[in-house]
């Protein structure tokens, strides 16, 4: 089965080293150690080298691991602010980020989506608000929005903060190992990164592993070890997780070939995509969304039809994700997918669209699932 639907940008998942860091470090450490959250007996050599990494990979001065993207960044933006401050965020922002916000006892404003005169719109409101609580205002976006494929304007919102007082938060999930010269994300893509005052990422996507990260000024980011909930009382990343880290670090700095071999196939793929007509809507990053007309019936007999009978998988999107009539099918290109791959996909796609445009599946009887 030719699959497009895993987090693993770099190809490291089965990558020999990755596999042999992984497996040696479970073998010395098993899963278990440390066996208590950083503050208590959870801190580790090893956690404080992989932070110093980090901070050195993306430029900033310090670096916070987190067992996980979606409950760390949650508790960042909760320790972040208080009821004196104003959150101003994107409005197609990731779950993880929403629900951050909805723990915010304060006012909130979102901006629409990638819309810089409508942030600065939000910021003059919220610039009075903070000026009658004597809070601050915390801007949120992402990086690379793992939907659409676009990029956040980061540079310009880094401009604004030569009108407004604001600290900015990055969440660069799909940005990190992928965009920039170094692989070190969207900031550093826009040439914008010391504007970003907290960087976010996971290490669920290029580094095709669990654990998370976020980096700022050391007196930041000192703060978030004291006060950031979700991590303070849990349990520390398991050792393999962090040497596994480092290992895949590691390979992102010393192998830029991976970045160049998953962009080859990114290119072929959406080049590919657009030649043949398809709307592939404002992708400038690898993952690819590729939207087609029709309601959720004919999704579901599309997608079983690409699988059973082309051998291909992708995800499938649907509403309320996206409008009603709207189908999106999102492919994540991989290092280690082959231009082989792309042409096979590119010619299973006009097949699988011609049926689409014909109503072959709009009767679930008209699909063979041999
Ligand atoms: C933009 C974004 N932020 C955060 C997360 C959550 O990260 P994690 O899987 O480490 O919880 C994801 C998805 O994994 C994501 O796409």
């Given amino acids: 089965m030719l699959n497009w639907s895993l987090n693993n940008y770099l190809g490291l998942a089965n990558h020999p080293e990755v596999r042999k860091a992984d497996a040696e470090a479970a073998a010395q450490y098993g899963l278990a150690t440390p066996m208590g959250a950083r503050m208590m007996s959870g801190n580790t050599d090893q956690h404080e080298l992989l932070e110093q990494q980090l901070s050195d990979f993306v430029a900033k001065e310090a670096t916070m691991l987190m067992n996980y993207g979606y409950q760390g960044i949650m508790s960042v933006i909760d320790a972040l602010v208080d009821r004196h401050d104003v959150i101003v965020y994107d409005a197609q922002a990731h779950a993880c980020i929403i629900d951050g916000v909805r723990m915010h006892l304060g006012k909130r404003f979102i901006f629409a989506h990638n819309d810089v005169d409508n942030l600065e719109k939000r910021l003059v409101a919220a610039s009075k608000i903070v000026a009658e609580t004597g809070g601050a205002i915390l801007v949120i976006t992402e990086g690379v929005f793992g939907m ?84 303070i009382f849990a349990k520390a990343l398991p050792m393999p997780l962090v040497l596994g880290a480092i290992k895949r670090l590691e390979l992102i700095r010393t192998q830029p070939q991976l970045r160049e071999n998953l962009w080859t196939i990114v290119k072929a793929l959406q080049s590919g995509l657009r030649e043949r007509g398809f709307n592939i809507g404002n992708a400038q990053t690898p993952v690819t969304p590729v939207y087609l007309s029709g309601g959720k019936m004919e999704a579901h007999n599309l997608i079983i039809d690409l699988r059973e009978n082309y051998n291909i998988f992708c995800s499938v999107v649907v509403y ?18 082959t231009l082989e791959d792309v042409k096979k996909t590119l010619d299973a796609f006009d097949k699988v669209t011609d049926k689409l445009k014909l109503g072959v599946y709009a009767n679930t009887a008209n699909v063979s699932l041999v």
């Fill in 320 to 337: 309320p994700v996206v409008p009603k009539d709207v189908i999106m099918l999102r492919l994540i290109p991989t290092a280690v997918h």
């Fill in 148 to 231: 659409s494929s676009s990029m956040g304007k980061l540079k310009e919102i880094v401009a604004l903060k030569e009108k407004f007082q604001f600290r900015l938060l990055v969440d660069d999930a799909h940005g990190f190992g992928t965009m920039g010269k170094t692989g070190a994300g969207a900031g550093e893509e826009q040439e914008v990164q010391d504007g970003i005052d907290l960087y976010f990422s996971t290490f669920a996507k290029s580094m095709a592993s669990i654990g998370a990260f976020v980096s700022g000024e050391a007196n930041i980011i000192d703060f978030l070890r004291y006060n950031t909930r979700s991590q």
